[in-house]
């Protein structure tokens, strides 16, 4: 079975728990290319366990809803800015 990202629906619970994320993982991302040396030019992704519920989510092959999301993702393009950020469905 093909993994598809679009197979996943998730959100933030609010705003404030999106914004901390993306800061934590802007620290994160920062320790990891200091001085914006040597980001991919590509971008990049950071994955930050936030060890507290920050989302909720929906997996549309199987109708299942899944509170109590802890992890995001927050995605960077090639200068180091904020593409997107998601909570990940796992």
């Given at each position: 079975?093909?993994?598809?990202?679009?197979?996943?629906?998730?959100?933030?619970?609010?705003?404030e728990?999106?914004?901390?994320?993306?800061?934590?993982?802007?620290?994160?991302?920062?320790?990891?290319?200091?001085?914006?040396?040597?980001?991919?030019?590509?971008?990049?992704?950071?994955?930050?366990?936030?060890?507290?519920?920050?989302?909720?989510?929906?997996?549309?092959?199987?109708?299942?809803?899944?509170?109590?999301?802890?992890?995001?993702?927050?995605?960077?393009?090639?200068?180091?800015q904020?593409?997107s950020?998601?909570?990940?469905?796992?």
């Amino acid at each position: 079975m093909r993994f598809d990202p679009f197979d996943f629906l998730t959100r933030f619970n609010t705003y404030e728990d999106m914004l901390r994320s993306i800061q934590k993982a802007q620290q994160a991302f920062e320790a990891q290319y200091p001085g914006a040396v040597g980001i991919p030019l590509t971008g990049g992704s950071v994955t930050i366990d936030m060890l507290r519920d920050i989302g909720v989510g929906f997996a549309k092959d199987t109708g299942v809803f899944k509170s109590g999301l802890t992890k995001v993702r927050v995605l960077f393009d090639e200068y180091g800015q904020i593409i997107s950020a998601y909570p990940l469905y796992k």
